[in-house]
């Protein structure tokens, strides 16, 4: 039943495999019954087990007459039986079968003496697509590097539960060398065929993210993933801040399938950034003027290592670093919109996402006293500049995204307190904001399981604007607060506003010149009104998590899909919500 063209290998495997299949009277007969039916259905049977084993592409030299392009064989049909054996699996004996798609098993058991063996023959099935890896396995003593008592193969597999990924193995036991060495290497031969996994990775890590884990992250739970899944990784652990931007700049990417950003959103945003603009020096563009990008070359995994991990939960839902190995080791691919930030017509940098008002404000607070534990100095910038509230002055331009072309949502009205003037296709508006948000992608976090931005997506070619105008602490507050809540009702406030937009341009309304806004001490004493100025005179933007000191106007474009990422689209994060300690 079992032949192939391979019939040394074959039948060794057969005489192997019948040891471990249960004998019994009623096997004689169903084996009967097997041959009639194949004899019925002729050469369509033979030809289910008897594919020819792989041939490595370029491997054989065409024969007179034949056309080059038929050196490989034409692709099995998806359906069609590859290869079909005996293994014990989970102490069972099993009829396994190998498709183009999936292995196949069903346990071989004796029928009942009333024949009711259909009932209870229940089949189990793995998709190759989420299988990540092939070993052979063999027994070995305490120490032995090598060699060791062939026991069969195992099959490593990627299952979901929920939005979490984890590993799984599947053992097919079986003693015969020649069975498992045609089952490897035909497995060997359609998991390469997933072109779109990596197999050698750019890696950086921040040894200083968050709690100065992202090492140990990486060491403990990702690289042996990609040991397993045979993904070679060339890993640097950054020195500084700039360490990640500099080598993008200068290495050969070429040589790499991917990067991977080990660390938190600060991290995976000079990462962007090094692609975005390694991609545009390459294709030779002027990043000092209004240029169309070049899409970097290369996707990026990122392993969530921060403490908010913004980028990594919008495209994992989740943060789990083993998740997002298996989203990189899988070749799972999103693409993802980016926006460029430049001031006085130089670009500043690529990324996701900025805020304005209130989200620098407390940024900025936050970074003059580094020396604090992380979460204690975000959360006390975070409640020293709610109690020093006040709304920025300025002047908002955007254009909006034309309907047509399919904007997420209807734009919400606009703050009635503001002077609305139409420039063109650019809408302007003047006055007085505590907080604007710029955003090109969700922004998934636990404070906000929907995302500080739900009413955008990660490759909708637009960003999301919200406009957050003067409003009293209480109503502010209780705008922050809804955010963790899963009905999107922050945005149900008549000083809110939201906007689906191609470009923002923020121009900060300086009033009587220059305050000296540095020093948190003489905060309180800035007049309401006067926006919040560094001592070098520029304005404070939280970009990414990244505080950057703007001196002046600041243009927000965005660009649809500029990057890829590992990861999938997702709705919602699947961690506890958290609610922010402070308020
Ligand atoms: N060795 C290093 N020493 C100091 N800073 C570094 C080093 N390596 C990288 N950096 C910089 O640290 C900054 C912050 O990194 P990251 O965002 O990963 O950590 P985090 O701020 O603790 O996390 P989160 O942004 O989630 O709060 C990045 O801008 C990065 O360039």
């Known amino acids: 039943m079992f032949e192939s063209p391979r019939k040394c290998a074959w039948s060794e495997c057969g005489e192997e495999s019948r040891k471990t299949q249960p004998v019994s009277a009623a096997r004689g007969r169903r084996k009967k019954k097997n041959q009639q039916k194949q004899q019925r259905g002729g050469e369509e049977a033979n030809r289910s087990v008897s594919l020819p084993p792989p041939r490595a592409v370029g491997s054989s030299s065409p024969v007179a007459g034949e056309r080059r392009t038929e050196e490989r064989p034409a692709a099995p049909d998806p359906g069609e039986t590859i290869v079909r054996g005996i293994f014990q699996i989970d102490k069972k004996s099993c009829d396994v079968v190998l498709t183009a798609r999936r292995v196949t098993w069903t346990p071989i058991e004796p029928e009942t003496p009333t024949g009711e063996s259909d009932t209870w023959r229940r089949e189990e099935r793995v998709e190759l697509r989420d299988v990540f890896a092939v070993k052979v396995k063999r027994r070995r003593s305490v120490g032995q590097q090598t060699g060791g008592t062939l026991l069969g193969l195992t099959l490593f597999c990627c299952v979901r539960k929920g939005l979490k990924l984890k590993e799984k193995t599947i053992h097919l036991n079986n003693l015969s060398a020649d069975h498992c060495e045609v089952w490897f290497q035909h497995l060997k031969s359609l998991l390469s065929d997933f072109t779109e996994r990596p197999k050698l990775l750019k890696v950086f890590v921040n040894p200083v993210s968050h709690r100065k884990e992202a090492y140990q992250i990486y060491r403990d739970e990702v690289a042996p993933l990609f040991k397993l899944a045979d993904v070679k990784a060339d890993v640097t652990i950054t020195a500084r801040r700039g360490h990640a931007l500099a080598v993008l700049k ?254 923002v341009r923020l121009r900060p309304r300086c009033r009587g010149g220059s305050a000296d806004g540095a020093s948190e001490d003489n905060v309180e004493l800035e007049s309401k009104k006067t926006p919040f100025i560094s001592s070098e005179g520029t304005y404070p933007w939280n970009v990414d998590g990244e505080l950057l000191e703007v001196p002046g106007e600041l243009l927000v474009r965005a660009h649809p899909q500029l990057i890829t990422l590992f990861g999938v689209d997702v709705q919602e994060v699947d961690d506890p919500p958290v609610n922010c300690s402070c308020i």
Not at 477 to 486: A, G, Q, T
């Open 250 to 503: 200068d290495c050969e990417l070429e040589e790499y399938d991917g990067v991977v950003c080990v660390g938190g959103d600060g991290s995976v945003a000079e990462v962007v950034h090094g692609l975005l603009l390694r991609a545009q020096m390459d294709a030779g563009r002027d990043t000092d003027s209004i240029f169309t990008p070049v899409r970097a070359a290369l996707p990026l995994g990122v392993i969530p290592a921060g403490s908010t991990d913004t980028v990594a939960c919008s495209v994992h839902g989740i943060r789990h670093p083993a998740t997002a190995a298996m989203h990189i080791i899988l070749g799972h691919r999103q693409a993802v919109d980016t926006c460029s930030f430049s001031s006085l017509g130089r670009l500043l940098r690529f990324g996701f996402c900025a805020m304005y008002g209130f989200g620098g404000r407390t940024l900025a607070l936050a970074e003059r006293h580094r020396w604090m534990p992380p979460t204690q100095r975000r959360e006390f910038a975070f409640i020293r500049t709610l109690a020093n509230l006040k709304p920025e002055d300025c002047e908002l331009s955007f254009l909006p995204l034309n309907t047509s072309q399919g904007g997420p949502e209807e734009p919400r009205r606009l703050v009635a307190k503001t002077h609305f003037q139409a420039d063109g296709a650019w809408q302007t508006t003047r006055g007085l904001f505590l907080n604007l948000s710029i955003m090109a992608i969700p922004c998934l976090c636990s404070m906000a399981p929907r995302g500080l931005a739900p009413n955008t997506r990660l490759d909708n070619g637009s960003m999301a604007l919200i406009a957050v105008g003067d409003a009293s602490r209480s109503e502010f507050i209780k705008h922050l607060k809804r955010y963790s809540n899963r009905s999107n009702q922050q945005f149900s406030f008549s000083f809110v506003e939201t906007h689906a937009v191609r470009a």
